[in-house]
């Protein structure tokens, strides 16, 4: 604990944690743990990933199938259960930095935009961990027509989400370090939509040989675009610290 002389007042900090590190545990929790059930489930259930549909030849197994499976469900569940809490504080602190940012434009039509975009940043940014907690717990196996519509509204809330960041980023800090970073990412992670969906239809509408496996390779990229997106965080906060104590000098966003 430490106290330090705020005003007329002491204050005490209980706890800081490093944001940028508890962004990187954040983001690397589901990466970890996706790479844990894919090797696992490569090595010890072929028989149960590779089950498709239409019954054709299969190499890759989609991300429902590696974490749908059990024991590795269960490890994945409880790292997305982990993973959201921090997800929340992100998004918030966020919203934070871009509205301390918006209060100081001076042009209009550039504020009015502004926070048109950074509120719907921000319930986007929900959906999209909302979507992700359903298609995490309610697997492909156990219902897909549930599991099916969920990932459809996740796609949605994720690629709007990262558009409409990217658009903010561009109004109201144009030269910060991570906004080059995002747009490769958003841009690939729209290619792999593209891919996702004709290899998806491929397979259920044509039953092409290995058009699930491309599929599942398109869904990887997504994943992995997604991850890094959101890592993109530890650019725009490489010092700020999330604190815990009392007497501390009072911030609120209006």
Known sequence: MELNNV???????????????LCLATVSLPLVTLLVCFVTAYIFQQDDIHETHCKVYNVLPSISAITGISPQRYLWRISIALHIGPRLIIATVYYSYYYKILKTVEDVPSKIMGFRLLNLCYWLSMAEVAALCGVTYISNRENYYVHEKIFIIFMISSLTYMLAEVRLGRLVTPNAPSLQYKQALFVTSLVSTVGLIVFFLKHRLLCHDLAFSWFSFCEYVIASANMGFHATVILDFPKEQLVVGNGLPASKVD
């Open 7 to 21: 005003g007329n007042s002491k204050s005490s900090i209980y706890m800081a944690i490093s944001f940028k590190k």
